[in-house]
């Protein structure tokens, strides 16, 4: 049983004297006037249970004295000695110099901004006590712009003394100083108690997944003592951290089946196999499914013919055939007399389904639309009205398909294509744009995604979805084998695309920059075609970008596809969805700048024939010990999967799941890669509690997630 409203906390007697902290507004704290509230509400923090759950991110040790001889890079730390030396040095800027000597060794303080007063008080013989962090500078060990103060003068001076705790620093804000993001915790920190917030994992599931009161790991981690060990707390791996971090992947994880029960609750349209149309669509596919498209096309047929929203991810390593599935897929729905629409995530993609989709979807007599936003005028109209009446059976297209003024006749089917680069919460307005169009039955949803989810991730992030995964690649293909390359030996690279060229076989040439500027990378691409073109007189070189209409870029990949073209300059506009068999040799230009799984989605436009193909990662030296690392990964698997976790490792889930700017999977305390190790125990955890504490399973959400309606509401 799920309640629909948030019930209040059970209240004894005692507890009216203790009103609960998410119950107080931040005003209620000295010195929060209505203001500085609007300030806080901007970062989620409304009340005080959000203040004591905003927690340090890290903390600096200002309890003792460091020996200077006993320092490394990056410490925060107190540190006393006298000056020895004190001179303005000319580099490439100008600063400030002294040399800080104790018994036990030396460093640098740097100021690159000083008065001359400053100067003056910091000459040779003077006695400091110095706070700061330690970094690797010209002179060795320095630190730049400490705090200081002169011993020999005010001892008394309370400004630099010791402090009794572990100094925390809090996620930095504008407008808002860690001095204030302190005195706040700490007024919280006097309300804190059993009473004011409530511990809301029931007991008998806490001892059974060793937690500790929820109370003392807060009042640990705002104030950790003199003796904590501050390297695990840096670390996260305390376990007042791990004990929070469990906390919050469970909301995470209750939050997600929430909306995936909310989402079952609704009725769906009832979509049985239509096995006559199946067969005579497999049969003018000329290839046979391999095991695991029947496999995966099975599950998913299951799930249409049942009256309850499909909620499935397909994954499948690029080049697996993701799309007769999805087409199987909106076969079985049209049969059932209602609508299918297909998403992709670029231009480039749907115009490569609406092909692939109309070859073969019209020899069954099926009509497929298509929109995007590019799509203009009448042209438009024309497909709204199609879609709209009800002729159009299968709409194709780009996430204009869900926007306003498209209204479907009889929804009754979904497929995102490459999911991963929609983020959570788009994907959930996406299914509420499904609510909207179908009244009382919600369509069935099926998401596709080429780029591997590594089983943690996919654990948490997407614990919504069922999950289907296509491990096998149809027959014929050879791995691509791929070579690490210094841009120094680019001309043997242009040699060996000259080669594969003359000898028939067809070729990419990537141009990849840092910034996500379409025109900066399509001029790269330009001066690419022209260096190449110069250097390759006998080969025909095309050029396409994002910044070619899209009748241009049709055209240029129509050439390519029917061999008109033997090289093509590309930006990363070619990462997903194009397919040239004959093509088996790609080079990418600084494979540095990308991640992992864009990089395995460029390499997998090649290998898709029956020849032998290579991928040549032609980066800019030197390289970076992780980008060498990457590279090396690269070059070692073409397993989509591995790729995915190494990718995970090296960048973090954000960067992963392609969500960093929306802020999906950002948590408080916990750590996907890091604390991968608890969600195991999260799962059958979260069963319980959302069967059997349903209130409380809310207000965890609700603690940890805020009051996003898309997740707090059951
Ligand atoms: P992806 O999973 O990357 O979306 P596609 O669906 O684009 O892969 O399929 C890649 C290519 O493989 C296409 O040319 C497709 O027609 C072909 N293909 C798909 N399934 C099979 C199969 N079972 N046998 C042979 N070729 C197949
Ligand atoms: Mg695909």
Known sequence: MVDTVLPNPPRTRSQFATPTLDTINVT???????????????????????????????????????PIGSLGPNHHVVIEGEIKACQVVFGKRRSLLCRLQDGTGTISLRFFHFSAAQK????????????????????????????????????????????????????????????????????????????????????????????????ESLRYLHAPPQDAPINQLLEGEHPHQQRLAFEELLAHHLSLL??????????????????????????????????????????????????VPMLRLVQ??????????????????????????????????????????TQWFEPLGIEVAWLT????????????????????????????????????????????DEQHRFGVHQRLSLREKGEESSLSLHPHQLTLTATPIPRTLAMSAYADLDCSIIDE?????????????????????????????????????????????????????????????????GIRVGLIHGRLKPKDKEAMMLAFKQHQLDLLVATTVIEVGVDVPNASLMIIENPERLGLAQLHQLRGRVGRGSAASHCVLLYNSPLSKAGK????????????????????RLRGPGEVLGTRQTGDMQFKIADIVRDAHLLPQIKPCAQILLNDHATLSQQLVRRWLGYNENYANV
């Open 373 to 416: 936003g590019k799509l203009k005028g009448q042209a438009r109209e024309k497909q709204l009205q199609a879609i709209q009446s009800g002729d159009a059976r299968l709409v194709v297209g780009t996430h204009a398909l869900f926007q306003q003024g498209v209204e479907f006749a009889d929804l009754g089917l979904t497929i995102i």
């Open 120 to 215: 003056q008080g910091l000459q040779p013989g003077t006695h400091l006590r110095c706070f700061g962090e330690t970094r690797r500078g010209a002179s060795g060990l320095e630190i730049y712009h400490p705090e200081y103060e002169s011993l020999s003068k005010n001892t008394n001076s309370k400004k630099m003394a010791l402090t009794q705790c572990l100094t925390p620093v809090y996620p930095a804000t504008e407008g808002l100083t860690q001095q204030r993001m302190r005195s706040l915790a700490q007024q919280v920190l006097d309300l804190l108690d059993e009473n004011s917030l409530h511990e809301l994992l029931p007991s008998a599931l806490g001892q059974s997944f060793h937690q500790g009161p929820l109370v």
């Open 629 to 648: 690392e990457r590279l090396n990964a690269m070059r070692e698997t073409n397993d989509g999967f591995k790729i995915a976790e190494i990718d995970l």
């Open 473 to 537: 690649l149809p027959p014929g293909r050879t791995p691509v084998s791929t070579v690490v390359i210094a841009n120094e030996r680019r001309e043997q690279v242009v040699e060996r695309v000259n080669v594969a060229c003359e000898s028939g076989r067809q070729a990419y040439w990537v141009c990849t920059l840092i910034e996500e500027s379409e025109a900066l990378e399509a001029q790269a691409a330009e001066a690419t075609a022209e260096e190449l073109k110069l250097a390759l007189p």
């Open 28 to 66: 209620a704290l000295k010195g929060v006037g209505n203001q500085f509230a609007e300030k806080l509400a901007k970062l989620g923090l409304h009340t005080l249970q959000d203040i004591v759950f905003h927690l340090p991110l890290r903390y600096m040790d200002r309890t003792r004295v460091s």
């Open 316 to 357: 499948g390593d690029v080049g697996s055939g993701k799309t007769v599935v999805a087409a199987l897929a909106a076969l079985q729905a049209i049969a059932n007399g209602k609508q299918a629409a297909v998403m992709a995530p670029t231009e480039i993609l749907a115009e490569q389904h609406r092909l692939n989709f």
């Open 258 to 307: 929430n909306v995936r029960r909310r989402t079952q609750a609704q009725g769906a349209f009832h979509l049985p196999t239509h096995h006559a149309l199946r067969e005579k669509f497999l049969a003018g596919l000329g290839f046979e499914l391999t095991g695991a498209q029947d496999k995966v096309s099975r599950e998913i047929a299951a799930d249409l013919a049942k009256p």
